[in-house]
């Protein structure tokens, strides 16, 4: 299967790790804010022990020495993580490197380090996040395909399963969902929907 999934979810807590998990959810972002290092060490431990043996691939966000020390394969960085992190032991240790990009410097920048995937934000307006950049559109998903070339390319940023067509449609590869999961009035049913248009299978 492809890496990453065309539906990649992105959670802040292994509960809800664990209820994508169930449902069969082949790609899911673990995204949890300033923890410190032992903190983040019990936190990737405890999601791999929920991913272990199901066909979910866990991303542990930002959290590069703590993904290397309990053995993780996935990785995503931010621009400001990547600044600081130590690519050379990443790339040791085998995980594979996804990274965010937000203007054409980023771009480049991200793409000295030969990442697995590069995903691209905010697509559309997004209240869960203060971004310092403005929604990047339909049209820059299509300019930074043709810059990327084989990579594959994930869409974040405001993006509802009703959007989903015109997204992939403009070059995505995959899209990364936050508040469509995780704020619907149905996250199980929202997740089963995902699954049923946009899984890796079809």
């Not at 990547?82 to 990009?101: F, P, Y």
């Not at 209240?127 to 950049?133: A, C, P, V, W």
Request: hydrophobic share 45%; glycine share 6%.
């Amino acid at each position: 299967m492809p890496y990453p999934d065309r539906f990649y979810p992105v959670v802040d807590s292994v509960a809800w790790l664990s209820r994508l998990t169930k449902l069969g959810v082949g790609t899911i972002q673990l995204r949890a804010k300033n923890l410190d290092d032992a903190a983040a060490n019990v936190l990737v431990r405890d999601a791999l022990k929920i991913t272990y043996g199901t066909p979910t691939k866990l991303v542990v966000n930002d959290y590069w020495k703590a993904a290397i020390d309990c053995g993780a394969q996935h990785l995503h960085l931010g621009q400001e993580d990547l600044a600081t992190a130590d690519v050379a032991a990443i790339r040791k240790a085998g995980l594979t490197l996804g990274i965010s990009t937000h203007d054409e410097d980023e771009l480049d920048n991200a793409l000295m380090h030969k990442p697995d995937y590069i995903a691209l934000g905010p697509i559309f307006e997004t209240t869960l996040k203060k971004m310092r950049f403005a929604p990047q559109g339909i049209e820059r998903i299509t300019a930074w395909k043709l810059a990327i070339g084989d990579i594959p390319l994930v869409a974040i940023g405001g993006i509802k399963l009703e959007h989903a067509a015109e997204i992939f449609a403009a070059g995505a590869n995959s899209i990364a969902v936050v508040s469509d999961v995780t704020m619907n009035a149905d996250p199980d049913a929202r997740v089963r929907a995902w699954l049923g248009q946009y899984s890796q299978a079809a």
